[in-house]
């Protein structure tokens, strides 16, 4: 394949030809064997490689599909039983355990803690509020005009999207360099540190933002909230909701849902 | 987790070792899923579906896992949320036809679809790691000025050569293993 071909397949997959050069494109795919093999395989490659994208199966080989699809059609239903009935047997074994613990006990007291169980049981964990409240709704850093992309922007991005962290930082830190005052960076750096677990750092890049004069330096108030809550620093946490409350800051909603939620808590 | 450990425990539809991999997996899984548009009830469903899958693929091809259980996993199911998204997306737009299948023909679609991403993932590890780089760019759809501006290319035409050269032999590297001739786009 010449470059020119590879050129006109790229700007194919980008939707950049004109009307006439797409007809004159698909002309040929229909037309040509070895350019459509061509053109399938640098589809299936830009669609499989970048992120945004899924490349789906269209029409491929159908032997593997069918023995596939028969052994979907013969366990499919039955696995899913088994994996629902052991997801949610789990919890079925808790109750019983504590139930059985219960049922030594004098009747009175039985009474009194049954109660106490009940109000227990129907409590979230903390884990199971700080992933309801930690959908981090961050500002995307790539601008949307292309001419201003800075690719650690998007590397950064879709690193922290995914989920790898580590590696996150690395470009946040990068980009840092070149624009300290980036808040939105500042937070993203934060809320790396607090998934992997590096609360010290979270907590430090945190209190600069907060310390600082930057426009967004308010949000860091509820990203430290999410760290005590994570940590099971429930007084700590309360404390920031309080003040995010007070002065009406950024996810103030948030804070007074949340707070109502942990006030009473039992550990 | 050891990766082919909970693969051999898993496959024999043990519970407790269903329910050991929901215990770890599932909150980071839900946060993925909920971090990008979703809600519990998907979650779920792409859990449920992830480990199906994993089960159904090893019924035909007794494959291993070489890393950790659980980033296979979660890269699984990354994955079935991506495809679910852009389905979804494509629907809406409507910018290509979406051909429905039924369930089971569905699933086997993606199966397919997970494999032949791990042999391009694969494939791409053994270039370069100076094609890598650019390549990365490339596929994350960097404008070329940009790329030239932060690479030590000296100009479009120089990365767009190097891009050229670097899928080509992606290309060829893919095409000479031969799972893909029952993966490839006929």
Same mark, same amino acid.
């Given at each position: 394949?010449?470059?020119?071909?590879?050129?006109?397949?790229?700007?194919?997959?980008?939707?950049?030809? @004109?009307?006439?050069?797409?007809?004159?494109?698909?002309?040929?795919?229909?037309?040509?064997?070895?350019?459509?093999?061509?053109?399938?395989?640098?589809?299936?490659?830009?669609?499989?490689?970048?992120?945004?994208?899924?490349?789906?199966? @269209?029409?491929?080989?159908?032997?593997?599909?069918?023995?596939y699809?028969?052994l979907y059609?013969?366990n499919?239903?039955?696995?899913?039983?088994?994996?629902?009935?052991?997801?949610? %047997?789990?919890?079925?074994?808790?109750?019983?355990?504590?139930?059985?613990?219960?049922?030594?006990?004098?009747?009175?007291?039985?009474?009194?803690?049954?109660?106490?169980?009940? @109000?227990?049981?129907?409590?979230? &964990?903390?884990?199971?509020?700080?992933?309801?409240?930690? &959908?981090?709704?961050?500002?995307?850093?790539?601008?949307?005009?292309?001419? =201003?992309? +800075?690719?650690?922007?998007?590397?950064?991005?879709?690193?922290?999207?995914?989920?790898?962290?580590?590696?996150?930082?690395?470009?946040?830190?990068?980009?840092?360099?070149? +624009?300290? +005052?980036?808040? &939105?960076?500042?937070?993203?750096?934060?809320?790396?540190?607090?998934?992997?677990? =590096?609360? %010290?750092?979270?907590?430090?890049?945190?209190?600069?933002?907060?310390?600082?004069?930057?426009?967004?330096?308010?949000?860091?108030?509820?990203?430290?909230?999410?760290?005590?809550?994570?940590?099971?620093?429930?007084?700590?946490?309360?404390?920031?909701?309080?003040?995010?409350?007070?002065?009406?800051? @950024?996810?103030?909603?948030?804070?007074?849902?949340?707070?109502? =939620?942990?006030?009473?808590?039992?550990? | 987790?050891?990766?082919?450990? $909970?693969?051999?425990?898993?496959?024999?539809?043990?519970?407790?070792?269903?329910?050991?991999?929901?215990?770890?997996? $599932?909150?980071?899984?839900?946060? $993925?899923?909920?971090?990008?548009?979703?809600?519990?009830?998907?979650?779920?469903?792409?859990?449920?579906?992830?480990?199906i899958q994993?089960i159904i693929r090893?019924k035909?091809?007794?494959?291993?896992?070489?890393?950790?259980?659980?980033?296979?996993?979660?890269?699984?199911?990354?994955?079935?949320?991506?495809?679910?998204?852009?389905?979804?997306?494509?629907?809406?737009?409507?910018?290509?036809?979406?051909?429905?299948?039924?369930?089971?023909?569905?699933?086997?679609?993606?199966?397919?679809?997970?494999?032949?991403?791990?042999?391009?993932?694969?494939?791409?590890?053994?270039?370069?790691?100076?094609?890598?780089?650019?390549?990365?760019? $490339?596929?994350?759809?960097?404008?070329?000025?940009?790329?030239?501006?932060?690479?030590?290319?000296?100009?479009?035409?120089? *990365?767009?050569?190097? *891009?050229?050269?670097?899928?080509?032999?992606?290309?060829?590297?893919?095409?000479?293993?031969?799972?893909?001739?029952?993966?490839?786009?006929?």
């Amino acid at each position: 394949m010449s470059l020119e071909e590879d050129i006109l397949i790229e700007r194919f997959l980008r939707n950049q030809l @004109s009307e006439k050069e797409r007809n004159d494109f698909l002309y040929t795919i229909a037309n040509d064997q070895k350019f459509k093999e061509k053109f399938l395989l640098e589809k299936q490659i830009f669609e499989t490689l970048n992120e945004e994208e899924w490349s789906y199966v @269209s029409k491929i080989d159908v032997t593997e599909v069918e023995e596939y699809t028969t052994l979907y059609r013969n366990n499919a239903d039955r696995l899913k039983q088994v994996i629902h009935k052991a997801t949610t %047997s789990n919890k079925r074994k808790n109750k019983i355990r504590r139930l059985s613990y219960f049922s030594a006990i004098a009747a009175v007291a039985l009474f009194a803690l049954l109660i106490n169980f009940y @109000s227990q049981k129907n409590q979230k &964990t903390i884990e199971e509020i700080y992933t309801n409240y930690s &959908t981090y709704e961050l500002p995307s850093l790539v601008t949307r005009n292309p001419n =201003e992309v +800075d690719p650690d922007l998007a590397l950064a991005e879709n690193n922290f999207k995914n989920g790898n962290y580590q590696e996150a930082i690395i470009y946040i830190d990068k980009l840092l360099k070149k +624009d300290k +005052d980036n808040s &939105t960076l500042h937070l993203y750096k934060a809320i790396s540190h607090l998934e992997l677990d =590096e609360y %010290s750092q979270a907590e430090m890049n945190l209190n600069s933002l907060i310390r600082s004069d930057l426009i967004d330096s308010e949000k860091g108030y509820w990203y430290k909230s999410l760290l005590y809550l994570k940590t099971k620093d429930l007084d700590k946490c309360k404390k920031i909701l309080q003040v995010i409350i007070k002065n009406s800051y @950024s996810k103030n909603k948030e804070a007074k849902e949340l707070f109502k =939620e942990i006030v009473n808590y039992k550990t | 987790m050891d990766g082919n450990f $909970f693969l051999k425990e898993l496959v024999k539809e043990d519970s407790k070792i269903i329910a050991q991999i929901y215990n770890k997996n $599932f909150p980071s899984i839900k946060k $993925f899923i909920l971090l990008n548009s979703g809600n519990t009830e998907d979650a779920e469903d792409i859990f449920q579906k992830s480990l199906i899958q994993i089960i159904i693929r090893y019924k035909r091809e007794k494959f291993s896992i070489s890393g950790d259980f659980d980033a296979y996993l979660m890269a699984i199911c990354k994955n079935l949320w991506r495809r679910e998204l852009n389905l979804h997306k494509k629907r809406v737009t409507n910018v290509e036809k979406v051909e429905v299948h039924d369930e089971y023909i569905d699933s086997s679609f993606a199966l397919l679809e997970q494999k032949r991403q791990e042999l391009f993932i694969e494939k791409f590890a053994e270039i370069t790691g100076n094609c890598k780089e650019i390549l990365t760019l $490339f596929f994350a759809k960097t404008p070329y000025e940009e790329i030239v501006a932060n690479t030590e290319y000296s100009s479009e035409l120089v *990365v767009r050569q190097r *891009v050229f050269k670097c899928k080509k032999r992606l290309a060829e590297l893919i095409k000479k293993d031969s799972r893909y001739n029952s993966l490839k786009e006929l």
